[in-house]
Nanobody, 125 residues
Framework: QVQLVETGGDSVQPGGSLTLSCGGS????????MAWFRQTPGAERVFVGGISWDRETIRYGDSVKGRFTVTRDNAKNTVSLQMDNLKPEDTALYFCAAPRNPWTLGALRTDYYYWGQGTQVTVSS
């Protein structure tokens, strides 16, 4: 079955950096667009960034543009989220997501079918 496992969440100070990683298994990782979302208590999951299967298209949410970078390694079945200049408002549970169908890359929560368990990022002084 499809599994997505996020790692790398931690507590950091404002202005700091952190890299999250997501490993995928149970599907042909290299032909799926992959995305990162985040969620705070009581709120909807929000698109953070996504990368197409061939790395040709990379999208970011407005609040993280210029600070976050999404990359992928299809040989290792991993997608990463490099987060720089972190702000307290970046505090959230971060999720890795894959769509039901290959070759696609969306920015809506409803575009994604498979989800990891999430990894917590806390930005606080």
């Amino acid at each position: 079955q499809v599994q997505l496992v996020e790692t790398g969440g931690d507590s950091v100070q404002p202005g700091g950096s952190l890299t999250l990683s997501c490993g995928g298994s149970g599907f042909v990782f290299g032909i799926y667009g992959m995305a990162w979302f985040r969620q705070t208590p009581g709120a909807e999951r929000v698109f953070v960034g996504g990368i197409s299967w061939d790395r040709e298209t990379i999208r970011y949410g407005d609040s993280v543009k210029g600070r976050f970078t999404v990359t992928r390694d299809n040989a290792k079945n991993t997608v990463s989220l490099q987060m720089d200049n972190l702000k307290p408002e970046d505090t959230a549970l971060y999720f890795c997501a894959a769509p039901r169908n290959p070759w696609t890359l969306g920015a809506l929560r409803t575009d994604y079918y498979y989800w990891g368990q999430g990894t917590q990022v806390t930005v606080s002084s």
